[in-house]
């Protein structure tokens, strides 16, 4: 992660100074960012989140930050704070008649756990799309098609 993206993602953080120094000794270190100031984040299945991603590449779409977390099976993407109405307008209600949750919006008040800027070797949450690269958050109306057209040409979750 370069020095923009370390600044940006440790601006979400409590104490933005003390963890840009915890970095610098220790860039594997896991931090809280809250949400609901400088992003909220989509949560999703890791088979939606991969899914998604590939139709975002594939149209050359930029993507934001996304964060994959391998013991839970969750990518969680990054979008612009406040984005809960859009979000829910374009995608519809978080659990499903039939599959039960199909995503988790972490928004303001919420907090979401970040992976260091070089997370440790074998570490299960890293980052899959780094901040400071292009853009930091995605759009939601192109995530939100992206994670339709992914949720519908996909099979249901495993028993």
């Known amino acids: 992660m370069n020095q ?7 601006a979400a953080t409590r104490d933005p100074r003390e963890t840009r120094y915890t970095w610098l000794t220790n860039p594997g270190a896991r931090r809280a960012a809250d949400t609901g100031r400088l992003f909220d984040a989509v949560v999703m299945r890791v088979d939606l ?25 969750k990518w969680a993407y990054l979008v612009g704070p406040g984005s809960a109405e859009a979000w829910l307008a374009a995608v519809g209600p978080a659990v499903g008649p039939a599959d039960g949750t199909r995503y988790h919006y972490v928004g303001h008040g919420g907090c979401l756990t970040l992976p260091g800027p070089r997370p440790y070797p074998g570490s299960s949450m890293i980052w899959i799309v780094r901040p400071g690269l292009s853009t930091n958050l995605t759009c939601v109306p192109t995530l939100a098609a ?7 040409h996909r099979p249901g979750p495993t028993p």
């Not at 923009?4 to 440790?10: E, H």
């Not at 992206?146 to 519908?152: R, T």
């Open 49 to 73: 989140g991969a899914a998604v991603l590939d139709l975002l590449t594939a149209a050359a779409e930029p993507v934001g930050a996304v964060i994959a977390e391998e013991h839970a099976g």
């Open 146 to 152: 992206a994670y339709l057209h992914a949720e519908s």
């Open 4 to 10: 923009a993206g370390i600044a940006w993602i440790s």
